[in-house]
T-cell receptor
Framework: ETGVTQSPTHLIKTRGQQVTLRCSSQ?????VSWYQQALGQGPQFIFQ???????GRGNFPPRFSGLQFPNYSSELNVNALELDDSALYLC?????????????FGPGTRLTVT | DAKTTQPPSMDCAEGRAANLPCNHSTISGNEYVYWYRQIHSQGPQYIIHGLKNNETNEMASLIITEDRKSSTLILPHATLRDTAVYYCIAFGGTSYGKLTFGQGTILTVHP
């Protein structure tokens, strides 16, 4: 157990809809990253939030957006869902420590877009 | 981030040591080598990381060559629960939080 929780566990949406996924960070961690993992692939970095600001983004369109709250919990929002958005969405919390940076992942949210 | 290369799959007998290699020949001086694993349908699990010295923790040992161009993750006594995809990642510098996962190595531990 990493102390990182995500909700919901599974979700089914229809193409064109919007979805919000939630993540609760491990205590003391002020940074959260989101990843998308398609079936059979490694996780792909979406973006990272540090102290409520986005400070890094992968190759994902603007319809993927996020929020980080003062308690360091986070949301991932995806608008205008497409079939290819079907994937496991992972969040990871972390904190810089002496030059190293261990990320602790939650169990993920399985999103299916039909 | 430096690109890493790993064999697509490996087998290991239960109770034996599993040695998982990783090539990172273009690693820069401020990049660490990180290892994660992912058991089916779960989130990746942090295992260990190192810069240039060998490292050991309760899960594994990490051996990094002197030129830092390759490393080996060692699971000293593999169990069936160690069956997973293992990812070697070079990370650091200005990467902020972006871990770049490759295809990893599928380790299968046999009874």
């Amino acid at each position: 157990e990493t102390g990182v929780t995500q909700s919901p566990t599974h979700l089914i949406k229809t193409r064109g809809q919007q979805v919000t996924l939630r993540c609760s960070s491990q205590s003391g961690h002020n940074t959260v990253s989101w990843y998308q993992q398609a079936l059979g692939q490694g996780p792909q970095f979406i973006f990272q939030y540090y102290r409520e600001e986005e400070n890094g983004r992968g190759n994902f369109p603007p319809r993927f957006s996020g929020l980080q709250f003062p308690n360091y919990s986070s949301e991932l929002n995806v608008n205008a869902l497409e079939l290819d958005d079907s994937a496991l969405y992972l969040c990871a919390s972390s904190v810089w420590s002496g030059g190293s940076y261990e990320q602790y992942f939650g169990p993920g949210t399985r999103l299916t877009v039909t | 981030d430096a690109k890493t290369t790993q064999p697509p799959s490996m087998d290991c007998a239960e109770g034996r040591a599993a040695n998982l290699p990783c090539n990172h020949s273009t690693i820069s001086g401020n990049e660490y080598v990180y290892w994660y694993r992912q058991i089916h349908s779960q989130g990746p699990q942090y295992i260990i990381h190192g810069l240039k010295n060998n490292e050991t923790n309760e899960m594994a040992s990490l051996i990094i060559t002197e030129d830092r161009k390759s490393s080996t993750l060692i699971l000293p006594h593999a169990t069936l629960r160690d069956t997973a995809v293992y990812y070697c990642i070079a990370f650091g510098g200005t990467s902020y939080g972006k871990l770049t996962f490759g295809q990893g190595t599928i380790l299968t531990v046999h009874p």
